[in-house]
């Protein structure tokens, strides 16, 4: 089994462990599993409040029809950063503590707990590189060596799905769209928005195309289907004050070619960048993002650079969980047991968070 998060909670179940299992949206078909909980706009599931946790769990094993004694538990944990504040680490500290808990007083015979930038870099059949997360209020860029984060030289910019759905709506309401809900809207951006490779190019073409959604009915996008990812790199088009996504992808890649660290590994370990997230799905962003930081890097550091999209899409995290649960190695070398965490209880999960970083 495997658990899957976004943001800054460990939140959403991809799927059931075992043979080909189930992912992303079919794990949650509404004739196999029905787990309702608050949810924030455009559908992210928050964690469910503390007693309502075991519920959680246990609705899933049961819709699932599996014995939580009978396999070890994959779960994300969110994407850290050294600039994170006392609060926002002690919260999800305490978050995991009781997530481990609840499985462990269902009897689940070992958690494995990893970074959800690992499990995209896995998928993508890498243990080091940088992950660019395009997530739900941030875009995180995330360096990982060996498979441990390296947190100090990562980068985080305040961009994700949520600005590039409200910046698309905002389009819309300019070009006489009015009315459509925030969903619909989310939607119109997954079919029809994409990344141009030539910003200025694009404006003189005609990219019209039209989608249906659902009762609405059709809507026709002309330039707002690459306006929309355009302020990925150009951020103060659609009012937000941050860097571009390649000028914080550079900033990372030249830290990590100075890192005292990195030295020791492979040269230009750091040259395999992956993309992973939903928003990050987005057609011609990989292309656009290598093109902009071949022009942007020193031609020394540039060589061999290469920008991966989503190895799965938005499910890359949950084939990575499933590669790891493949392995000769799991779970002995991975998983946090019952045993363990009833002898050393939270210990163990801060001497196993303090190895994944």
């Known amino acids: 089994m495997a658990v899957n998060g976004g943001g800054r909670e460990v939140v959403v179940l991809l799927s059931a462990g075992g043979g080909r299992g189930n992912v992303g949206d079919c794990a949650f078909r509404r004739d196999l599993l029905a787990v309702r909980f608050p949810c924030?706009?455009?559908?992210?599931?928050?964690?469910?409040?503390?007693?309502?946790?075991?519920?959680?769990?246990?609705?899933?094993?049961?819709?699932?029809?599996?014995?939580?004694?009978?396999?070890?538990?994959?779960?994300?944990?969110?994407?850290?950063?050294?600039?994170?504040?006392?609060?926002?680490?002690?919260?999800?500290?305490?978050?995991?503590?009781?997530?481990?808990?609840?499985l462990f007083d269902m009897n689940v015979p070992a958690v494995c707990a990893i970074n959800q930038a690992v499990l995209a870099l896995y998928a993508a059949r890498q243990t080091s590189g940088i992950v660019i997360n395009v997530g739900f209020q941030v875009t995180s860029v995330v360096p990982i060596l060996c498979g441990k984060v390296m947190q100090n030289v990562g980068v985080e910019i305040g961009l994700g799905a949520l600005q590039l759905t409200a910046y698309l709506s905002e389009l819309m309401h300019e070009k006489g769209i009015d009315f459509v809900a925030m969903a619909s809207v989310r939607t119109?951006?997954?079919?029809?928005?994409?990344?141009?490779?030539?910003?200025?190019?694009?404006?003189?073409?005609?990219?019209?195309?039209?989608?249906?959604?659902?009762?609405?009915?059709?809507?026709?996008?002309?330039?707002?289907r690459f306006q929309t990812g355009e302020i990925l790199f150009q951020p103060e088009l659609g009012g937000v004050q941050t860097m571009g996504l390649h000028r914080a992808v550079a900033l990372c890649i030249e830290h990590c070619n100075t890192s005292e660290v990195g030295k020791v590994a492979d040269e230009g370990w750091f040259k395999n960048v992956v993309l992973a997230g939903g928003s990050a799905c987005l057609p011609g962003l990989a292309g656009r993002l290598e093109k902009e930081l071949l022009q942007a890097l020193p031609s020394t550091i540039a060589k061999g650079l290469k920008v991966l999209p989503p190895p799965y899409g938005s499910e890359s995290a949950w084939f990575?969980?499933?590669?790891?649960?493949?392995?000769?190695?799991?779970?002995?070398?991975?998983?946090?047991?019952?045993?363990?965490?009833?002898?050393?209880?939270?210990?163990?999960?801060r001497d196993a968070a303090l190895d994944d970083n």
């Open 40 to 102: 924030q706009e455009y559908g992210n599931i928050e964690s469910p409040m503390c007693p309502q946790r075991r519920h959680f769990f246990s609705a899933i094993y049961n819709r699932l029809q599996l014995n939580p004694a009978t396999q070890p538990i994959i779960i994300t944990t969110p994407i850290c950063h050294c600039d994170d504040t006392e609060s926002v680490n002690a919260a999800r500290q305490q978050l995991q503590e009781e997530i481990y808990t609840v």
């Open 188 to 224: 119109l951006k997954e079919n029809l928005c994409y990344v141009a490779e030539d910003y200025h190019a694009e404006l003189s073409k005609n990219v019209e195309a039209s989608f249906t959604v659902g009762d609405e009915g059709v809507f026709t996008l002309s330039h707002e």
């Open 320 to 349: 990575g969980a499933k590669s790891i649960s493949n392995m000769s190695t799991f779970p002995e070398a991975w998983c946090i047991t019952k045993n363990q965490f009833q002898k050393y209880g939270v210990n163990a999960i």
